[in-house]
């Protein structure tokens, strides 16, 4: 199986010498969405049959759930999601004065988790981050993106930008090279997308389960056997803000469902 | 676990009528490995039933060729106001439920 | 320095033997033809299994083989005489051959139910309806399941 897809990767190669980096114009950016099969649209467009919504449910019900040694619930600060978290997500990652770098909002919430509820961080993709991620970006849904608009961000996206252009890994691709120069063909039976991180955390057929911008990176990472960095590393954060800023003014689609 | 059900809330007598229902679960095969070689134990949904006012309208067994999270729409026949009754059994005694109410006119 | 295609092949290669060693298992992979046939005489026993009737609807694009939306139909009235007491689905690849039984009534009102399957590999799904005569009849598809470029670690 690896050596067939690695047939397919070096012959895009072959067929694509001049690998210039060139951004995407911004009239020309598209959400993963469209580039889906019917089915798999009909799956997200309805709320009762998209299972992301699952997730969305869980996560409400943890936002009026008391935790830690503080004993306060999300609502307890934040009141009602629909209002106070509304457009919310379409800002991360966001910069935090304390830290004096951005955030995800995976770590915002166990920021907030640990700074006002006392209560121990969730672990990196388990069940009850994503359902709260999940909850508070679903209140985005159909926000306009506009990470990376603050200019204390300038430096890390900059920083993001670099790595997306990089070449890493025994393939020796960057990002670009496929989700800027080469969206559109095929890679194994699978279309390549732009890569726009309009609907995370998503439902990914193929993981049959939600998944945040960071496991779908890592992944890409392992495609071009490339070593990923780890949950919550400066270079993860730095590349989700990157494509969040390079996402700008799509809309948001919290949670989406993709191959 | 969560459950999405989706039921039209009013329907004309003796239209037929489309239910939806999604659950939670990881629907486990039992046929894969962990990366040191064990094999992780099936635990998957085995049945579902979908009552009406009492009655079973519907059936299911399931399989671990049934994907996670599993999804089922199936019709009725909207006969008179009252309430759906949706259980899910699994391995490891495993159970969950979940209701949905019409009206009937 | 730089990865040659040639270095980068031979080290693909190796991977692809490296991989393949844990298939050696003495617990079969896919399910056999004898699989599906024994599975589908265990709930027809002996009757005839006729062409017709029965629709399955899978996308002709398979996008991603752990999660496929299917839809078996019958054509029938679904009344009390002349109805669909059961739907039965099978595949002839996954390790096990069974997918879904559904039983249904007159108070149905239509023979149609969905779900979300997995299929391991392209193959023949097969679905069989068992009407209130007792008759049985089915409907077999071959799909094409495409692999996806990009997977997570190996497990």
Redesign the interface.
């Known amino acids: ?3 067939w ?4 990767a ?1 012959a895009l190669l072959a067929t694509t010498p001049a690998l210039l980096a060139g951004e995407i114009p911004p009239d020309a950016r598209r959400s993963g969405y469209s580039f ?5 649209r ?2 997200q467009d309805d709320d009762t049959s998209n299972p992301g919504m699952l997730f969305v449910l869980d996560g409400e019900a943890l936002w009026t759930k008391k935790t830690g040694s503080a004993d306060k619930a999300c609502a307890d600060c934040h009141g009602d999601a629909r209002g106070s978290m509304k457009g919310v997500a379409a800002r991360y990652p966001a910069f935090d004065k304390a830290l004096a770098r951005p955030v995800t909002l995976d770590q915002r919430i166990n920021l907030c988790r640990s700074n006002h509820q006392q209560a121990p961080a969730l672990p990196y993709e388990s069940r009850d981050l994503l359902a709260l991620s999940a909850f508070v970006a679903h209140q985005s849904r159909g926000t306009a993106i506009t990470a990376g608009d603050d200019p204390q961000l300038k430096p890390f996206v900059e920083q993001g930008r670099d790595l997306f252009m990089q070449r890493e890994g ?3 691709l960057a990002c670009t090279n496929c989700h800027d120069d080469n969206f559109n063909k095929r ?4 279309p ?1 997308t732009q890569g726009q991180p309009t609907g995370y955390p998503l439902y ?5 389960t939600l998944g945040s911008l960071e496991r779908r990176l ?3 990472m ?2 071009v056997r490339a070593q990923a960095y780890d949950y919550g590393a400066p270079e993860l954060v730095a590349l989700e803000l990157y494509l969040m800023s390079r996402a700008h003014g799509l809309p948001m689609e919290t949670p989406a469902v993709r ?1 | 676990m969560a459950a999405l059900i989706n039921v039209p809330a009013k329907a004309r007598r003796g239209e ?2 489309e239910i939806r229902t999604l659950t939670s679960h990881i629907m486990e ?1 039992g ?5 040191d ?1 064990a094999l992780v134990p099936r635990d998957i949904i085995t049945n579902f039933t979908c009552r ?1 006012n009492g ?1 079973e ?12 999270n ?8 909207a ?1 008179e106001s009252g309430k759906f009754e949706f259980e899910w059994i699994g391995d490891n005694g495993y159970s969950s439920s979940a209701s949905a109410s019409i009206t009937v006119e | 320095m ?2 040659t ?1 040639r270095q ?2 031979n ?3 190796s ?2 033997v490296a ?1 393949t060693i ?1 298939i050696v298992t003495l ?1 079969p ?1 896919e399910a056999t033809p004898a699989m599906l046939s024994a599975a589908i005489r265990n709930v027809v026993g002996e009757a005839p299994v006729r062409t017709g009737k029965v629709k399955l609807d899978i ?1 002709p ?1 398979v ?2 083989g ?4 299917m ?1 078996v139909s019958v054509a029938s009235p679904m009344t009390a005489d002349d109805h669909v007491k059961s739907i039965h689905v099978f ?1 002839e690849k ?3 051959p ?8 007159p ?4 023979a ?8 391991a590999d392209t193959q023949k799904v097969v679905a069989i309806a068992r009407l209130s005569d007792d008759t049985f009849w089915q409907v077999a598809t071959e799909i094409v399941v ?8 190996m ?1």
């Open positions: 199986m690896s050596f897809r690695a047939i397919s070096a889906m099969a019917p089915d798999t009909a799956m025994q393939l020796n890679l194994a039976g699978a390549i990914r057929l193929e993981w049959q890592r992944s890409c392992t495609g191959p | 037929i009528i095969t046929f894969r490995h962990t990366a070689g009406y009655a309208i519907f059936r299911a067994d399931l399989f671990p060729a049934i994907a996670a599993p999804y089922l729409s199936f019709f009725t026949v006969k | 730089p990865t295609r980068f092949l080290l693909a290669g991977v692809s991989g844990p617990r992979l996308p694009l996008e991603n752990n999660t496929v939306p839809t595949n996954n390790p096990q069974n997918i879904g039984n559904f039983y249904l009534s108070s149905s009102g239509r149609q139910v969905s779900t979300r399957i997995r299929l495409t692999l996806a470029a990009c997977t997570e670690e497990n």
